[in-house]
């Protein structure tokens, strides 16, 4: 499980943005905005607008791409949220899923005991809480993260159910399931995409840190001796993910936690990290869970969780090489290495330089003017275009303004119809980050569109 700021390195801040800017240009442009902003907000959710939504779609279906499409030893699954409480009892959430808070009595806010240091006091100026007399803090009392419900009218301790803060469990408890059906031998993979909810103390950092959140969790089973070699594997594809994404190289560590740092699940962990505006930070977990798991459910459910090989006529219990991603994390990751600005014929330009296959939109269809039937042609264009690639049709304002928000979204291509288009049947298609303008017939744009689409792309920031 996720500990906080756990890199034991001061927080080296990114070089190129800050998460003012990053909050500012998702809202203005529409992809996230604070949760129920009408009533003044609720700490640390968020709503995700269209934009938000087209570019975390966009990193789910290449997650789902990477462990379905590109290989045949994953299968998936959709789990429900609310699951049998004994799960949570097997798991060590219950007991273990914990930090420990202390409340100050004076400015009556509440802090994580583990990080007072990092943690700011309620009270001007501004102090870490516990450092002057005035603070009163009560001892530290544990604090379970996970979100209680009850299921059926009466609030009784029978009723209590938990929203899962992890998908993972729902793939174990469904091992069994999986195993029959697909009939797999391991090494094998059950991947899940879905929210999960933990009552985060501290949340923040816009999206990095939420209380309701997505994960996209695989649990790789695997034979027990062959366990180190498929934990340094996945180590390396998922760092591999992240980079054919267009995340920059020299933003992206691998940093393995100390002993005293594991999660009780685990012998191994390794995080992907990424250097994120507030500093080094997880981006995703890898972690060898053994037999946990397995073993853990089997002895509260009374049911056989392993493998039987029918050639050695022997069971065994798989253990686990899990790649643990947040899609909200990852879709900041992107938004953050992406963003850049410059200065072009004396104005400032803010572009989102998104990996082509996860921008929001891949092309913007503008009429260089709105008469001389541009705008007829060009929604034509468009019509053509929407229903191979994700394009939009712009037809309001000065064409500089409409390709500034394109470039604000991270279109990678806009196609203007202009004049010379009524004669030729031509168009301009102008390139997001090299700015360059070519004519391109209109006959054969969505083949061209799709085939640059596909094509290996890295950032321009690295240029
Ligand atoms: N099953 C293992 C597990 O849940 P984790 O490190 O706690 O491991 C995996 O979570 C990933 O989920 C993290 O690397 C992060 O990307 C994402 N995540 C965890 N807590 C989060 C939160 N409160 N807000 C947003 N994303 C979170």
């Not at 909050?23 to 902003?37: H, N, Y």
């Not at 009780?264 to 037999?291: C, M, Q, V």
């Not at 264009?381 to 037809?395: K, N």
Request: aromatic share 10%; with cysteine; glycine share 6%.
């Amino acid at each position: 499980m996720e500990t906080q700021s756990a890199t034991g390195e001061p927080a080296e801040p990114a070089d190129d943005v800050t998460l003012d800017e990053i909050v500012a240009l998702c809202k203005r442009r529409g992809f996230i905005f604070q949760s129920s902003e009408i009533y003044g907000g609720l700490g640390s959710t968020y709503d995700y607008g269209h934009y938000g939504v087209l570019l975390k779609n966009n990193v789910k279906a290449e997650w789902w791409r990477a462990m379905l499409t590109e290989r045949d030893d994953i299968v998936a699954l959709d789990s429900a949220i609310l699951q049998h409480p004994r799960t949570w009892e097997a798991s060590g959430h219950l007991e273990g899923f914990t930090d420990p808070l202390v409340d100050c009595r004076t400015c009556k806010l509440r802090f994580r005991a583990d990080k007072l240091e990092d943690a700011q006091c309620g009270r001007k100026p501004s102090k870490h809480p516990g450092e002057t007399d005035d603070c009163d803090l009560t001892d530290p009392r544990q604090f379970n993260l996970m979100f209680e419900t009850h299921m059926g009218p009466v609030r009784d301790d029978a009723s209590t159910v938990y929203l899962r803060p992890e998908t993972a469990q729902g793939i174990f408890v469904n091992f069994k399931n999986v195993l029959q059906f697909s009939r797999r031998k391991p090494p094998f993979g059950i991947a899940q995409i879905g929210k999960s909810f933990r009552n985060e103390i501290t949340p923040g950092n816009f999206i990095f840190r939420t209380r309701e959140f997505e994960q996209m969790e695989m649990e790789f089973f695997v034979p027990p001796d062959e366990a180190e070699r498929w934990f340094d594997y996945w180590l390396e594809e998922r760092m591999r993910w992240y980079v054919e994404l267009g995340i920059r190289p020299d933003h992206l560590r691998l940093r393995r936690h100390p002993p005293e740092e594991l999660s009780h699940y685990s012998s191994a962990t390794s995080d992907i990290e990424y250097l994120f505006p507030i500093g080094w930070s997880e981006l995703e977990g890898i972690a060898n869970r053994g037999d946990f798991d397995l073993r853990q459910h089997a002895k509260f459910s009374g049911e056989k969780l392993e493998y039987f090989d029918q050639q050695s006529g022997e069971g065994y219990v798989p253990h686990v090489i899990e790649p643990a991603a947040g899609a909200d994390r990852a879709a900041l990751a992107f938004i953050v290495d992406a963003y850049d600005t410059e200065e072009v014929e004396g104005r400032k330009r803010t572009v989102l330089r998104l990996h082509p296959r996860l921008a929001p939109v891949k092309v913007a269809v503008l009429p260089l003017v709105s008469r001389e039937s541009m705008p007829e042609r060009a929604r034509e264009v468009y019509e053509q275009l929407r229903t191979r690639i994700a394009a939009e049709y712009d037809e309001g304002g000065s064409i500089g303004r409409r390709y500034r928000r394109q470039d604000e979204i991270g279109t990678p291509w806009g196609v203007t119809v202009d004049g010379q288009t009524a004669e030729d049947d031509t168009v301009t298609l102008r390139d997001r980050d090299s700015l360059a303008q070519t004519r391109v017939p209109i006959e054969g744009l969505a083949d061209e569109l799709a085939a640059r689409i596909d094509q290996a792309w890295s950032s321009p920031k690295l240029d």
